[in-house]
């Protein structure tokens, strides 16, 4: 009874000591990673990213585009990253199931004939060989007891695995949708600038009419032509370089949707303008990115897969109890299997603890610990890279929004200059060459406002996916 009693204490005291190295492995929250608070606002915010709604997980539908709406979904559905992501989180949660494993016995039969044969000369030269043959037939079960919580500790691991692929998942998700948005404004912007070339060129071409007439009747020299002809070709050249980049952004699409490019929506051709940029979200306060981004909230999750990994390596200085068991029958002849006499068991429950292994469990421990630093390293990392990446994309798109109303009305007054300088050169009041400057600068002006108009679109996607694009994560 003595040693029943001094058994249960030892083994009390050992799990004691398991759920106080386990519990030493839990962390407090996301806010406890942090090396420095977070400001309570943005520094470069203004009104014009207060009083809407912040991101929601569809942001792009704000942009009013319902092609962009159909190549977002055709993307989620079909892109490779985005599926291979998922099929993570289907390995990490079967890995989940492995590790819930171990908290159940393994059982198995098993059945045969053995024919044995021993030497007589092991005992003496007198002794006569012996032949046993027999059937046997039984079970087996092997059983190792979660005590001391090695095997709720591997379970967590494998838990926070599976939220770390679930972060990933968002990730990519965001990721997509950002670059799909990206590639498809970048498609209309340079559809836009080929309508402008082509504009241009066609009211150039019109303009080396006129020098071609007043030279024959003898008003201008030839040089007049010559330098018409050079503005006109000059547009034209641009013209198959726009034409290139049209096509690589639909070959772009084509590998982001996962379809190719042959597989595209038929309505992607059609023409259509830029969707409107004046829809800022309200980016809220810097501590909303915690539970926002994908990207932090998987630095965060990494980081209790460290500390359950720690936990399991501390888990390891303990004991370990099991119980193997077997119940069987055996039996010269088959049809004595069954008979009592016949029957065989055995029971061993052990307790098996390792006190010297080289130091190698201390290395784990040191390994894993030095990890976790790591992973609140990376955490702390990726929250102050996203507070630059937004910082970044407010200054960037407020910037663009001054600049698009500053080059709009260059662009009015360039196209004023320009029909002036005509009006005046028909008139011979000017030289052709101020006509051509004023063509150059309107052409340019109104392609720099075509980009400039597509910089504010991307972003604000580079705005929306800096502020985590609403996008949830369970």
Known sequence: MRYKSSLCRLCAAIAFAAAFLIASGQTDGPTSYLDRPLADSWQNDSNIYRGTDAPAAEWWRGFGDPMLDSLIAIGERNNYDVGMAA????????AVRQAESGYFPQIGVDAGWTRERSSGRTAGRDGQPSTVSYFSAGATMNWEIDVFGKIRAQTRRAKADVKVSAAEYASAMLALEAEIATTYITLLVNRAQLEVARRHSESQLHIVDITETRHRTGLVSKLDIAQARTLYYSTIASIPLLEASIEASYNSLGVLLGTGRDSLPADIYAERPLPRYSLPPAAGVPADLLRRRPDIIEAERNIDAAAAQLGIARSEYLPSLSISASAGTAAHNAGDLFSGASFTYSIAPTLSWTLFDGFARRAASLSARENMRLQVDAYNMT??????EVRNAMTRYTATLKYIDSTEKVVENSRESVRLSLDQYKQGLSDFYNLVEAQL????????????QGNALTALVDLYKALGGGYPIQ
């Open 441 to 452: 600068n309107y052409l340019s002006y109104q392609n720099s406002l075509v980009a400039a």
């Open 87 to 94: 099929r993570r989180i289907d390995i990490a949660r079967a």
């Open 383 to 388: 929250v102050i890279t996203a507070v630059e």
